[in-house]
Nanobody, 115 residues
Framework: QVQLVESGGGLVQDGGSLRLSCAAS????????MGWYRQVPGKQRELVAH???????NYDDSVKGRFTISRDNAKNTVYLQMNSLKPEDTAVYYC?????????WGQGTQVTVSS
């Protein structure tokens, strides 16, 4: 069964923090690079951070130094700690494998940063 369940989004002020969580089914998570993507209406979904099974991370320049991705391989869960949030971080955030394994996405979690 393929499953991705994102949580932890919300409304925060400019400069605030949030921690997102994503519980994934083993078929997606196990032995895979996992990433956090985000999408705003009218734009393509973009990959903002990813992490290997060994913990090597990579970030888009727009979030580098502010976001931290981590994973718990025992729990099939990936996290995104977001600090110093900016209004331009407002989006729906999704997790998924990198590259994608299936044409399947969870419901995502909305992050809204007010100025």
């Amino acid at each position: 069964q393929v499953q991705l369940v994102e949580s932890g989004g919300g409304l925060v002020q400019d400069g605030g923090s949030l921690r997102l969580s994503c519980a994934a089914s083993g078929s997606i998570f196990r032995l895979r690079i996992m990433g956090w993507y985000r999408q705003v209406p009218g734009k393509q979904r973009e990959l903002v951070a990813h992490i290997t099974t060994g913990g090597t991370t990579n970030y888009d320049d727009s979030v580098k130094g502010r976001f931290t991705i981590s994973r718990d391989n025992a729990k099939n869960t990936v996290y995104l700690q977001m600090n110093s949030l900016k209004p331009e971080d407002t989006a729906v955030y999704y997790c998924n494998a990198v590259p994608l394994l299936y044409d399947y996405w969870g419901q995502g979690t909305q992050v809204t940063v007010s100025s």
